[in-house]
């Protein structure tokens, strides 16, 4: 699976300019924070869903400067 993942992520870097591919990558950062406060029911959520929501704040500057 790791073959295959890295794989299309390289296509990804010809698809699209690689500050978008790489901000994507990231959003895995997202889904576990939100998977871990939600189904593994971890204590410090707070500290880790704001660094996802920054995360997503940085993807949205991105986009929006483009």
Known sequence: MSLI???LIVYA?????????????ESSVVIAALAGWKYLKEDDHKRRLTSAAIVVLGLFVLVAGR
């Open 5 to 7: 993942g890295y794989s």
């Open 13 to 25: 870097f010809t698809l699209a300019p690689v500050g978008y591919v790489a901000t994507m990558r």
